[in-house]
């Protein structure tokens, strides 16, 4: 199982922000590196919790991987949660949060999965860094755009 956690200051951004261009789903085939398409499906929204379910294509190189996902975004805690057990994981829990700082907001992304092939799962534990500071950045430029 491939279990990495990642860590970034993105500076001049509020928590709120970032919190809500990551909880955008719908929207990542627009600016998320390699997520092509996404459909939402199953949505219950409140003032402070959102669930939802997600169907998303990831395109990468000559590969496309569809995989569905539940997703929980706690506003009050800045938190969204991910879980999966669809083709390419046997398993997926990703969490994200966000705590705001004087001038930063401290992003924490953790992800445990279990892949289907261990050749994918060798090659996202070897480039996850690279791939999860690329979302991260196109999360942090969206919010501050």
Known sequence: MLKKTLTKNVYDCKA?????????????ADFVPF????????????QELEYFSARISIK???????FESKVAVNRKLNTISITGTTKPFNSL???WSFFEQ????KVTFSLQASF????K???VSISFEKI?????KAFESRAKG
């Open 16 to 28: 709120d922000d970032l919190l809500n261009v990551v909880a955008d789903v719908e929207s990542y």
């Open 35 to 46: 997520c092509s398409d996404v459909a939402i499906f199953n949505k219950f929204v409140s």
């Open 60 to 66: 990468f190189k000559f590969a496309v991987e569809n």
């Open 93 to 95: 829990i990703a969490e």
């Open 102 to 105: 004087d001038n930063f907001c």
């Open 116 to 119: 289907n092939s261990f050749l």
């Open 121 to 123: 799962e060798k090659l």
């Open 132 to 136: 999860a500071l690329k979302i991260i």
